[in-house]
C-alpha cells in the first residue's frame, strides 16, 4: 500500500466511526420520541432503589434456589445503568451496574405489564433503569432479579463503547473518565482505594490529636517548596497572587499560635512538566507537630504506611510492577553522601567539588545556572544515580544546608540539615524535617534564596517577611512532613502512572 493510501485509510477510518455512531445517536434520538409517545419521561425523578447489589449479593448470593423461592413474596428495589441486553424476543437478560456491583435482570412480556414490555423494547444499553421484583437462581445457578416493575430512570443517547475492545485509548480514558469509569471496574475499584487511604491517613492523624486545617490556596507569596508557581489576579483587590506550591508556611503559624499539632490534606499547584510521577495539580498531606524532631516523624511514617498497606493489601508484603516491596519496620536509613558513594557509585572527590559536581550534573541532564550550588548539583545527581534505585522504604537524611532552606541545622554538622526524604520502588514518596525556628537564620536563609531567585532560579523561595515575624514571636521545636498522596495510592493500587490515579489528570486541550 503506498504512503498517499494509507494516510487516506488513516482519514477514512476516524470519519467513518464519527458517522456510526452519530447514525447511533439518531437511532437512540428516535427510541427516545417513542418512549415519550408511551407517556413516559425521558429523566424522571421519581424512583428510589431500597436495596444495592452488593448487599444483595452479599445476604442473598449463597442462597439455594429453593430457599429463593421461598423467598418470592420478599421484592428488592434496585437502580443501575444497563450494560449488557441479551434479547430472546418476549424474555431477555440484562446486566445492570449500580455504584456497588453488577447483577444480572430478566424480563418476561408475561410478568410486566404491556406498557412496560414496550418501554423495555425501546431501551438501549448505557440507560438508567429503576426494577424492583424477587430473587432467583437461573438454570446456570447464577444470581437473578426478575423484574415485576421497570422504569426508565435516565435516557442514555450516545453509546457506550463495544463491549469486547472497551475503552482503549489510554488518552481518551483520561479525558473521558466518566466512561473509564462505567467500563472498567478496575478503575473504580482505584478510586475506591484512593478513598480508603485518605481516610485512613486522616482518621490516622486524628487518633494522635492532630487537627484538620485548611490554609489559602491563593497567596500573595508562595512558600514552602522549590517550585515555580501559578500565578493569577485579584481584580478586586487589584494585585497579583499564586497558587500555593504548598501549604508549609501557613501550618507553621498555627503552630506559632498554638496549635501545636495541625495537619491540611491539601492540592498543590506546580508549573512544571507533566510525566508518569507528575501532574501541575496533585494532593499531598502535610503535618506539623510541635515538641518533636524529624526522627519522630521518621517513626510515625513507618507506622501510618503500616496502616494504609494493611487497609488496601491486608499485609505489609506486597507486588508493585512485578516487585516485592515490603513496609514493615524499621525502613533501610542511610546518609545522603553515603547514598552518591555506595547507590550511586559517585565518584568521591565529586561530593565537596563544586565544578566536579555541576560537570557531572550537567552531564547526566541538569540544567545550572551560574550561581548554583554544590548542594543543588549534587541533589541533580541524587535523583537520576540514586532515587531510581532504592526499591525497597528508604530514609535518606543529612540533606545539604544550602537546598533546605527551612530545615533545621544539624547540631553537629552545619552543612546539613535535620532532615530526611523517604523513598519507595524508586520515586521519593515525602520529605520531613525539624523545622527551622530561629528567625535571624530563616531570614538570612529567605536572603539567600531571594539572591538565587534574582539569578534567574524561577523555584527559588520569596522573602517573606511576614513569616519570619511569626517566628519572632516563638516557635516551639516541631517537625513536619509532606507526603504525596497521588504516589502513595500509585503504590497501593499497583499503577505505573499518576494519569491513572487523578481522577481528572490536566491534558493538552483536544485537537478539532
Not at 455512531?21 to 424522571?44: D, M
Not at 503552630?255 to 508518569?276: A, K, P, Q, T
Not at 516541631?478 to 497501593?492: C, H, W
Request: proline residues 5%; contains cysteine; aromatic residues 8%.
Amino acid at each position: 500500500m503506498s504512503a498517499k493510501s494509507r494516510e487516506k485509510n488513516h482519514n477514512e477510518q476516524p470519519a467513518a466511526a464519527e458517522a456510526d455512531e452519530n447514525l447511533l445517536i439518531r437511532q437512540r434520538r428516535s427510541k427516545a420520541e417513542q418512549v415519550q409517545e408511551l407517556g413516559y419521561g425521558l429523566f424522571p425523578n421519581t424512583f428510589r432503589p431500597r436495596n444495592q447489589i452488593k448487599e444483595l449479593l452479599k445476604t442473598h448470593g449463597r442462597l439455594d434456589a429453593a430457599r429463593l423461592e421461598a423467598m418470592e413474596d420478599h421484592k428488592f428495589a434496585l437502580a443501575g445503568r444497563i450494560m449488557a441486553i441479551r434479547s430472546f424476543g418476549k424474555a431477555a437478560f440484562l446486566k445492570i451496574n449500580d455504584r456497588s456491583a453488577s447483577l444480572q435482570l430478566h424480563v418476561q412480556k408475561e410478568v410486566l405489564s404491556p406498557r412496560e414490555f414496550s418501554l423495555f423494547k425501546k431501551l438501549d444499553v448505557g440507560d438508567i433503569i429503576g426494577v424492583s421484583g424477587p430473587l432467583f437462581r437461573t438454570r446456570t445457578r447464577e444470581l437473578t432479579l426478575r423484574c415485576e416493575k421497570l422504569v426508565l430512570i435516565t435516557k442514555s443517547f450516545r453509546p457506550l463503547p463495544e463491549k469486547f475492545h472497551g475503552l482503549t485509548d489510554v488518552e481518551q480514558r483520561y479525558r473521558q473518565r466518566y466512561l473509564d469509569l462505567v467500563m472498567n471496574e478496575q478503575v473504580r475499584e482505584i478510586f475506591r482505594a484512593r478513598s480508603t487511604i485518605v481516610n485512613t491517613i486522616r482518621q490516622f492523624l486524628i487518633e494522635r490529636d492532630f487537627l484538620e486545617v485548611e490554609t489559602p490556596m491563593m497567596q500573595v507569596l508562595p512558600g514552602g517548596a522549590a517550585a515555580k508557581p501559578f500565578e493569577t489576579y485579584h481584580n478586586a483587590l487589584g494585585m497579583k497572587l499564586y497558587l500555593r506550591v504548598a501549604p508549609e508556611l501557613y501550618l507553621k503559624r498555627l503552630i506559632v499560635g498554638g496549635l501545636e499539632r495541625v495537619f491540611e490534606l491539601n492540592r498543590n499547584f506546580r508549573n512544571e512538566g507533566i510525566s508518569v510521577q507528575h501532574n501541575p495539580e496533585f494532593t499531598m498531606c502535610e503535618f506539623y507537630q510541635a515538641y518533636a524532631s524529624y526522627e519522630d516523624l521518621m517513626s510515625l511514617t513507618e507506622e501510618l504506611f503500616g496502616i494504609c498497606a494493611a487497609a488496601i493489601k491486608g499485609a505489609l508484603r506486597f507486588e508493585y510492577q512485578g516487585r516485592e516491596i515490603d513496609v514493615t519496620p524499621p525502613w533501610q536509613n542511610t546518609d545522603f553522601r553515603s547514598s552518591l558513594l555506595e547507590v550511586g557509585r559517585v565518584p568521591p572527590e565529586v561530593l565537596f567539588d563544586r565544578e566536579r559536581a555541576l560537570n557531572m550534573s550537567t552531564e547526566l541532564g541538569g540544567v545550572h545556572r551560574r550561581g548554583d550550588t554544590l548542594g543543588k548539583a549534587l541533589a541533580k545527581i541524587f535523583d537520576v544515580k540514586v532515587e531510581p534505585l532504592l526499591w525497597q522504604p528508604t530514609f535518606v537524611t543529612g540533606f545539604p544546608r544550602d537546598i533546605s532552606p527551612l530545615s533545621r541545622t544539624n547540631d553537629l554538622d552545619p552543612d546539613i540539615v535535620d532532615r530526611f526524604e523517604f523513598f519507595i520502588a524508586g520515586r521519593e514518596m515525602g520529605n520531613g524535617f525539624s523545622e527551622l525556628n530561629d528567625p535571624d537564620d530563616q531570614r538570612e536563609r529567605f536572603a539567600e534564596q531571594a539572591a538565587q531567585r534574582e539569578a534567574g532560579d524561577e523555584e527559588a523561595q520569596f522573602m517573606d517577611l511576614d513569616y519570619v515575624r511569626a517566628l519572632e514571636y516563638g516557635m516551639p521545636p516541631t517537625a513536619g512532613e509532606g507526603i504525596g498522596i497521588d504516589r502513595l495510592v500509585m503504590l497501593l493500587t499497583d499503577q505505573p502512572s499518576i494519569r491513572e490515579v487523578i481522577l481528572f489528570p490536566l491534558l493538552r486541550p483536544e485537537q478539532g
